[in-house]
């Protein structure tokens, strides 16, 4: 079964920690070791997995993805969001994590984090667990 988390986003770039909407989904679904698979379900937004305990380094990543790709006019994009497609393109839509003793499998210092793009917006993640039930 697959299974969503809902994401509001604030700003048109931010990094929002789901760490712990990814870990409830794990302990609902009962399931001890195995693979929990997280989709992005939108072209301009993504998934990383990065520093979890200063929030500076979020500043940082969403700093330095506004100079990397700026939201410039020479663009064609009708939308004008095409900055926000490339960002998620580099960054990707899928991440697969471990479940250890129903836990994700994260170091010391890692967090999920959704990568919005385009906000302010509501956004899907989509969750599928596999494994022992």
Known sequence: MIRYITVKSHSRTELINITDQVQDTVRVSK??????HLCVLHTTAGITI????????QRDMVNFFNKLVPNDPYFTHAEGNSDAHIKA??????KTLFIDNSKL???????IYFCEFDGPRERRVAVKITGDA
């Open 105 to 111: 499998v994260l170091g010391t210092w890692q967090a």
């Open 50 to 57: 990065n520093e979890g305990a200063d929030p500076a380094v």
């Open 31 to 36: 399931v001890n070791y195995g693979l929990c």
């Open 89 to 94: 393109s580099i960054i990707g839509v899928a």
